[in-house]
């Protein structure tokens, strides 16, 4: 597997506050990605990014931004949290090539009260 | 729009014997299919895919079944064992694209 650490681990939050989640790779993966994980949806992409400074919307995007300053990290922040941002975030990483397969972090939980 | 779905939330199987898992999808532009399994507390794991040129693959205890037709794929495991019991998603990749749609998941558990 893929070496992916996320940080931090779990944080519970106020509503209103901004917050960032961060997530590195050690395997020169030219792809990442955040998801997140919510019951009845499955996993649902943020945002995602394809090389340094280069990133794109996944399908639940709104409220959330991303930035990629180094290959190796990739930033996902709530600008001002909802309760609603209540979930499961995951990074994921992957060589970009044909019939990707992309490896998960560990998750970042995350409470926004 | 649930572009992949499995529309069995949960599934329970006596251990020894066979695990069913069921995917559809709508979008026929996927070409490339996955499984991944999650345990609690744990990121998804990779478990097998299969290409849309194939309509079946297998890895030791694990087939992955794909029928294009029916927009339909499937994961077998046999024989089951206790520590299949997780969560299992598929997902799917269209003309290479770089970005994986999952389904909701399915949570497998095998009883002794």
């Known amino acids: 597997d893929a070496g992916i650490t996320q940080s931090p681990r779990h944080k519970v939050t106020e509503t209103g506050t901004p917050v960032t989640l961060r997530c590195h790779q050690t395997?020169?993966?030219?792809?990442m990605y955040w998801y997140r994980q919510d019951p009845g949806h499955g996993l649902r992409l943020i945002h995602y990014?394809?090389?340094?400074?280069?990133?794109d919307k996944g399908e639940v995007s709104d409220g959330y931004s991303v930035s990629r300053s180094k290959t190796e990290d990739f930033l996902l922040t709530l600008e001002s949290a909802t309760s609603s941002q209540t979930s499961v975030y995951f990074c994921?990483?992957?060589?970009?090539?044909?019939?990707?397969?992309?490896?998960f972090g560990e998750g970042s939980w995350l409470t926004v009260v | 729009d649930q572009q992949v779905k499995q529309n069995s939330p949960s599934l329970s199987v006596q251990e020894g014997r066979i695990s069913i898992l069921n995917c559809d999808y709508t979008?026929?532009?996927?070409?490339?299919f996955l499984w991944y399994k999650k345990y609690p507390a744990e990121g998804p794991t990779f478990l097998i895919s299969?290409?849309?040129?194939?309509d079946k693959n297998e890895d030791g205890r694990f087939t992955v079944f794909l029928n294009k037709s029916a927009k339909h794929l499937s994961l077998h495991i046999v024989p089951s064992q206790p520590g299949d019991s997780a969560v299992y998603f598929c997902?799917?990749?269209?003309?290479?694209?770089?970005?994986?749609?999952f389904g909701q998941g399915t949570r497998l558990t095998i009883n002794p």
């Open positions: 979008n026929s532009m996927f070409d490339y």
């Open positions: 997902a799917a990749s269209a003309n290479g694209a770089q970005k994986l749609v």
């Open positions: 994921a990483s992957g060589q970009g090539i044909r019939g990707n397969t992309i490896y």
């Open positions: 395997e020169n993966h030219r792809y």
């Open positions: 299969i290409s849309s040129i194939k």
């Open positions: 990014s394809y090389g340094v400074k280069d990133t």
